[in-house]
């Protein structure tokens, strides 16, 4: 079964770019193939061939979503393989780091009939620039949203038991090994809401902490998994402080959630002051919002994936495209 995450999401800190997580730090290296072109080229159609070519054959594949269009491909990784295709274009512009040894780019744009494009030009500029535009409404409110959340998360932090919390998280980091954290996203504000792949993770021990008690006692669990091997998936809204965090030796996973449960509630030592519940109705509000320019966002990338297509080569593409495939035994 393959597993979903995003690479990059759109957050209340503006986009944030967790690419460095895409191969576990305690994997052993992988090849990367960096893709470049612009949008309609053919980079996500790649990936997605090679990673049903890849789980067909029985690999263990985790598939990257692009937060700005989730059903396209930002990255996909075959395991077994060894191997990462990845977008090398922007807002996560990625270059070689030793080219021909440890990664290449695959340039899709070649295929491009540039001198006819570059009259497309002057319209392209226009629809750039209205994509930034609604990209920085959609960021103006999830910060806003954000700052809500820290000062509910502090508020909740006040209410409870800090030590107890502490005392009861300890024995999970015990056996958990000295090393670098993976750091991903499995939620996003995306054009088509709240995207959330969670449950292909195939979590076990989930024990969930929700609400702004949740959410403080997340933000202890994540000081004390600092310098710890473990996987840690931010948050969306507040992403500096983990949604979920992965304890490999001890099997149990510690998940957040949007609705209060017994767990976190537990070790409340004093009620939640009113604002915290004014807090989350404002950031969802503000989130709902971001949602609505983020589809506008989608709608122009469309028009300027409509403006590319015509232009490209998909022939040659396509056989630069099986090339790469064979190249993988996929």
């Given at each position: 079964?393959?597993?979903?995450?995003?690479?990059?999401?759109?957050?209340?800190?503006?986009?944030?770019?967790?690419?460095?997580?895409i191969?576990?730090?305690?994997?052993?290296?992988?090849?990367?193939?960096?893709?470049k072109?612009?949008?309609?080229?053919?980079?996500?159609t790649?990936?997605?061939?090679?990673?049903?070519?890849?789980?067909?054959k029985g690999?263990?594949?985790?598939e990257?979503?692009?937060?700005?269009?989730?059903?396209?491909?930002?990255?996909?990784?075959?395991?077994?393989?060894?191997?990462?295709?990845?977008?090398?274009?922007a807002?996560?512009?990625?270059?070689?780091?030793i080219?021909g040894?440890?990664?290449?780019?695959?340039?899709?744009?070649?295929?491009?009939?540039?001198?006819?494009f570059?009259?497309?030009?002057?319209?392209?500029r226009?629809?750039?620039?209205?994509?930034?535009?609604?990209?920085?409404?959609?960021?103006?409110?999830?910060?806003?949203?954000?700052?809500?959340?820290?000062?509910?998360?502090?508020?909740?932090?006040?209410?409870?038991?800090m030590?107890?919390?502490?005392?009861?998280?300890?024995?999970?980091?015990?056996?958990?090994g000295?090393?670098e954290?993976?750091?991903?996203?499995?939620?996003?504000?995306?054009?088509?809401?709240?995207?959330?792949?969670?449950d292909?993770?195939?979590?076990?021990?989930?024990?969930?902490?929700?609400?702004?008690?949740?959410d403080?006692?997340?933000?202890?669990?994540a000081?004390?998994?600092?310098?710890r091997?473990?996987?840690?998936?931010?948050?969306?809204?507040?992403?500096?402080?983990?949604?979920?965090?992965?304890?490999?030796?001890a099997?149990?996973?510690l998940?957040?959630?949007?609705?209060?449960?017994e767990?976190?509630?537990?070790?409340l030592?004093?009620?939640l002051?009113?604002?915290?519940?004014?807090?989350?109705?404002?950031?969802?509000?503000l989130?709902a919002?971001?949602?609505?320019?983020?589809?506008?966002?989608?709608?122009?990338?469309?028009?300027?994936?409509?403006?590319?297509?015509?232009?490209?080569n998909y022939?040659r593409?396509?056989?630069?495209?099986?090339?790469?495939?064979?190249?993988?035994?996929?």
């Amino acid at each position: 079964m393959n597993a979903t995450y995003f690479p990059g999401a759109n957050t209340g800190l503006g986009f944030v770019n967790r690419f460095d997580g895409i191969v576990p730090p305690w994997a052993k290296p992988h090849y990367t193939y960096v893709l470049k072109g612009g949008p309609g080229v053919g980079k996500s159609t790649l990936m997605r061939k090679v990673a049903a070519r890849a789980a067909a054959k029985g690999y263990t594949v985790e598939e990257f979503r692009c937060a700005s269009d989730p059903d396209s491909f930002d990255a996909v990784r075959v395991a077994e393989l060894r191997v990462v295709l990845l977008d090398g274009t922007a807002p996560h512009s990625i270059d070689p780091v030793i080219p021909g040894a440890c990664d290449e780019v695959i340039d899709l744009g070649h295929f491009l009939r540039h001198e006819e494009f570059m009259r497309e030009a002057t319209t392209l500029r226009a629809r750039f620039a209205a994509n930034k535009a609604h990209y920085a409404r959609a960021y103006a409110c999830l910060a806003a949203a954000r700052a809500l959340t820290v000062q509910a998360t502090d508020a909740a932090a006040e209410a409870l038991d800090m030590p107890a919390v502490r005392k009861a998280l300890a024995p999970l980091f015990a056996g958990e090994g000295v090393g670098e954290s993976r750091r991903l996203f499995a939620a996003s504000a995306t054009p088509r809401g709240v995207v959330d792949y969670t449950d292909t993770l195939n979590f076990t021990g989930v024990r969930r902490y929700g609400g702004a008690a949740g959410d403080a006692i997340l933000r202890e669990a994540a000081r004390m998994a600092k310098g710890r091997a473990v996987t840690l998936l931010g948050g969306f809204v507040m992403p500096e402080v983990p949604r979920c965090i992965r304890l490999h030796a001890a099997a149990v996973t510690l998940c957040g959630d949007d609705q209060p449960t017994e767990a976190a509630t537990a070790f409340l030592k004093a009620p939640l002051p009113d604002f915290v519940a004014y807090a989350k109705a404002e950031s969802d509000s503000l989130v709902a919002r971001a949602v609505g320019e983020l589809s506008v966002c989608l709608a122009v990338h469309d028009e300027i994936e409509a403006i590319y297509r015509p232009f490209v080569n998909y022939d040659r593409v396509n056989a630069e495209s099986d090339a790469l495939l064979a190249r993988l035994g996929l």
